[in-house]
């Protein structure tokens, strides 16, 4: 689906922006915000001029930072940074999230305090526009520092990028998209480095994944219920309300949404006084998982329109006023990241204990792993072994990364986030966590089939007329490896999410 163009200036950016210039959208960028820059950026020059003492500009960085340098070394120094900064090792970073970490590069330097010129971000935004990606390799980074030098590198014609899909020499990409090749100015170099655009750009793919995960996790995790013969009365707004956290609220008024009109859960309603707490706690569960959610979601927004540059630059009564800091520092966005990995791990183990209860006839009433004649065959047996080996990875990907800081540049930086890696865990647990709630559909839409003529609920029949447009009921052993990844697919592009809108928000869809 064909994103609109994405506005980058002053005014606020959402995650969902940067998500959609990850995946292609066209970048343009604030007149204003331009101006600004280049304001700031000519009372750099002058301050060269008059050899000011400027951190990261005029001296050298880190534990550097006692040398002093040149006007005429500024530009080779700039480049010179870059091109010892570019220390990435292991896999390389997938093209759209080197387009994310652009886009929040663009947004930090249009802020107009990092002292660069407005060409700068104008050649990047003319890079994603035409499709020069740069190349990067995944691992290295503390917080900051690697993806980012690899990226500026390519900005000024070294290192490699794609274009149009093609890796070559950055120089030839640029050239072959009819984009110049520029000289570093002041700052261009250390601008690129200082921030946190590795975190905020993966944090933002991660919780955007996420975000449309839970209602379809929600719908699994309600299907499980119903063909397992449940009792939704533990879903009752009532009982809710006198514990009114904002999430567990919000996934018992998604369930009642989606189980609504089910002939089965009519039929079965007193079989059972109380199920197991994979089933009986989905709201709290999934609730708490919705409350970090918001809590990340509102500290990356807050990111994604900050500038943590360092120093950053002023005008003040027409004088340029220099602040060195640390709001490169990554501790806000780690700690949060930290915890959407333990909350995906949370939904993700959650799914894995209903699969294998839809799987276990001891405890479902259903047939022995999901297929009639279970002595011939073995049916949906082995499915909850992958959701479980998935599971046990994600335990392990939610324990924490931000603890474990260490010193680094002699001393100078004693103290870092380490939120590269819980980024990127969180993104790995996503990734997990599609395929176990797929798993969870796979197994409770073969159940509701021996439920028939019975029908199910509203959300439940919605999922499986999806499902069943690429999976088959099974009936005896085919490979199983196709229909989980159709199922995978089906929530990977957002398929599901979109057919179950309409039910969980059906105020909004009728706005």
Avoid at 78 to 104: F, T, W, Y
Avoid at 245 to 270: F, M, N, V, W
Wanted: proline share 4%; charged share 15%; glycine share 8%.
């Amino acid at each position: 689906m064909m994103t609109q163009p994405v506005t980058l200036g002053t005014a606020e950016t959402s995650i969902r922006d940067i998500v959609d210039i990850a995946y292609g959208a066209e970048v343009l960028l604030d007149s204003a915000a331009l101006a600004g820059m280049q304001t700031i950026s000519e009372k750099i020059r002058q301050a060269i001029a008059e050899n000011k003492v400027i951190y990261g500009l005029t001296t050298g960085v880190g534990d550097l930072v006692t040398q002093r340098l040149s006007p005429e070394q500024i530009s080779d120094v700039q480049l010179n940074m870059l091109k010892s900064h570019a220390c990435g090792i292991g896999p390389d970073l997938a093209q759209h999230e080197v387009r994310a970490m652009m886009a929040v590069m663009i947004k930090s330097l249009l802020q107009g305090f990092s002292g660069v010129s407005p060409q700068l971000v104008l050649t990047m935004a003319e890079m994603l526009n035409q499709g020069v990606i740069p190349w990067s390799p995944a691992k290295g980074s503390v917080g900051y520092l690697i993806a980012t030098a690899h990226i500026g590198l390519s900005v000024f014609g070294y290192g490699k990028a794609y274009y149009q899909g093609e890796l070559l020499a950055a120089r030839e990409a640029l050239q072959r998209a009819g984009i110049a090749v520029r000289i570093p100015g002041p700052r261009e170099g250390h601008a690129l480095v200082s921030g946190t655009y590795e975190i905020t750009a993966l944090g933002c793919l991660a919780v955007d994944a996420f975000r449309e995960l839970i209602p379809v996790a929600d719908a699994a995790g309600g299907m499980s219920l119903e063909v397992l013969k449940g009792n939704i009365r533990c879903y009752d707004a009532r009982l809710h309300a006198i514990r009114p956290h904002q999430g567990q609220q919000e996934t018992a008024r998604i369930l009642r949404c989606l189980l609504r009109d089910s002939e089965i859960l009519d039929k079965y309603r007193d079989f059972r006084v109380q199920d197991a707490l994979s089933l009986r706690c989905i709201p709290q569960m999934h609730g708490a998982v919705r409350d970090v959610l918001s809590y990340c979601q509102s500290t990356l927004t807050t990111e994604v329109n900050s500038v943590t540059d360092n120093p950053v630059f002023m005008i003040e009564d027409g004088e340029l006023q220099v602040l060195p800091g640390g709001n490169g520092h990554g501790a806000p966005l780690a700690l949060c990241l930290d915890a959407l990995a333990i909350a995906i791990a949370q939904l993700s183990t959650g799914s894995q204990a209903r699969s294998d209860r839809l799987t276990n006839s001891h405890l479902s009433g259903l047939p022995a792993f999901l297929v009639a004649n279970g002595g011939a065959y073995s049916g949906m047996m082995i499915p909850p072994y992958a959701a479980a080996a998935l599971a046990g990875e994600n335990r392990a990907l939610a324990a924490p990364a931000s603890v474990h800081t260490v010193a680094t540049c002699a001393g100078q930086e004693d103290h870092i986030s380490m939120g590269v890696t819980a980024a990127r865990n969180a993104i790995d647990a996503v990734e997990n966590a599609i395929d176990i709630v797929a798993i969870e559909i796979l197994c409770a839409t073969q159940a509701v089939e021996f439920h028939r003529p019975l029908r199910a609920s509203t959300g439940s029949e919605t999922v499986l007329a999806l499902v069943r447009q690429q999976v088959a009921f099974r009936q005896s052993d085919e490979e199983m490896y196709p229909d989980m990844l159709a199922i995978r697919q089906l929530i990977k592009q957002g398929t599901l999410y979109q057919a179950l809108k309409p039910l969980i928000f059906p105020e909004t869809e009728l706005a």
